[in-house]
């Protein structure tokens, strides 16, 4: 039986604090659907040759928040795409302009200590060095996301593949999702 694919109207931005798990549902939603998917993080890793954390640490906030928005900006001038946002991007005035006028956002909500438990590694993302430091970044992007956010979906007890399937609902709900062929 052949699979349903589908067509981006819009490019989806998937924000929300670090271990909401936007990266991991980019990739599910993605394979689904038979859609690109990018994620900024990854792009940058492979255009700068370090991980995101060293990127973080050697261009600083500022630095880093102006790769994301030229990433941003590669991004919504190809084929609409689901991509997969660092979590500090709506830091980036220039990146939440492109969020707010290029597309849909998705806020993955997640709390900041469901997102420590799920981060393994806390040396592979900033500010995981004391629960204080991620608790108070928490509190202060939370207002941005939900400033930005077309749709928010909760990740709390939800897998990842849950959170795609309701994602992809609301997604052709909105009219943003449109099936191509049977
Ligand atoms: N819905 C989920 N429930 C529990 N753990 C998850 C979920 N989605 C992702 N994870 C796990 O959380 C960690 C961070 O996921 P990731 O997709 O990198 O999040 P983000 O890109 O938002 O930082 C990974 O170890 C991943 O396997
Ligand atoms: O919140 C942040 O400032 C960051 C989040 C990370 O992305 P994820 O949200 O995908 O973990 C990554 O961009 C970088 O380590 C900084
Ligand atoms: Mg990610």
Redo the contacts with the bound molecule.
Sequence with gaps: MERTLYTLTRPVFLI??????????ARRLARECGLICADTDRCMERKYGMSAKELYEQAGEEGFRQMEAETLEEFVQGEPRII?CG?GIVMGERSREIIRTCGFAVY?HVTADESAE???NHDSRPFFHSMESVRSVNQVRVPLYEELADVTVD?SS???GR?AYEVKDILVKEGILCPVRK
């Design positions: 929300g604090f670090m271990g909401a798990g936007k990266t991991t549902m997969a979590g993955v799920r981060i393994s990740s939800r897998t990842s959170m």
